[in-house]
C-alpha cells in the first residue's frame, strides 16, 4: 500500500478554481491506478475522476466533466486535481486514492487513502 496525502483544498467563491495535490509514499506509485472521491455532508462518498498507471486513460463523472482535469506526475508521486468553474454543489471533503486495478470508479476497489482535503465553494 501507499500513504496519501492531500493538500490544496479551501475556500472559494463560485466559478473559481482550486488545484488539489495528493502525495504518495512507496516507491510503487506509478503502478496504481489513482482517484479522486469526494464526500459533502449527508451524502456518501462518490468517484470523482481517475487516472491510469500512465496516464493513457482518464475518467470523470459527468457533473465535472470540462470542469475538472486529473493528471499525475510519476516522478513526483504526486497526483493532481484541478477544479475550475466550481460551483455551491462541489463542496465537499476531498480524498485521493490508490487501486491496483486497471480501471475503477467503486471506492472498494481502491485500498489506499488519504484523510480528505475540504472545499467549499461559496454562492
Known amino acids: 500500500q501507499v500513504q496519501l496525502v492531500e493538500s490544496g483544498g479551501g475556500l472559494v467563491q463560485a466559478g473559481g478554481s482550486l488545484r488539489l495535490s495528493c502525495a504518495a509514499s512507496?516507491?510503487?506509485?506509478?503502478?496504481?491506478?489513482m482517484g479522486w472521491f469526494r464526500q459533502a455532508p449527508g451524502k456518501e462518498r462518490e468517484f470523482v475522476a481517475g487516472?491510469?498507471?500512465?496516464?493513457?486513460?482518464?475518467y470523470y463523472i459527468d457533473s465535472v466533466k470540462g470542469r475538472f482535469t486529473i493528471s499525475r506526475e510519476n516522478a513526483k508521486n504526486t497526483v493532481y486535481l484541478q477544479m475550475s468553474s466550481l460551483k455551491p454543489e462541489d463542496t465537499a471533503v476531498y480524498y485521493c486514492?490508490?487501486?491496483?486495478?486497471?480501471?475503477?470508479?467503486?471506492?472498494?476497489?481502491?485500498?489506499?487513502w488519504g484523510q480528505g482535503t475540504q472545499v467549499t465553494v461559496s454562492s
Open positions: 512507496g516507491r510503487t506509485f506509478s503502478s496504481y491506478t
Open positions: 486514492a490508490a487501486s491496483v486495478l486497471r480501471f475503477s470508479r467503486e471506492a472498494s476497489d481502491f485500498g489506499s
Open positions: 487516472i491510469s498507471w500512465t496516464s493513457s486513460i482518464t
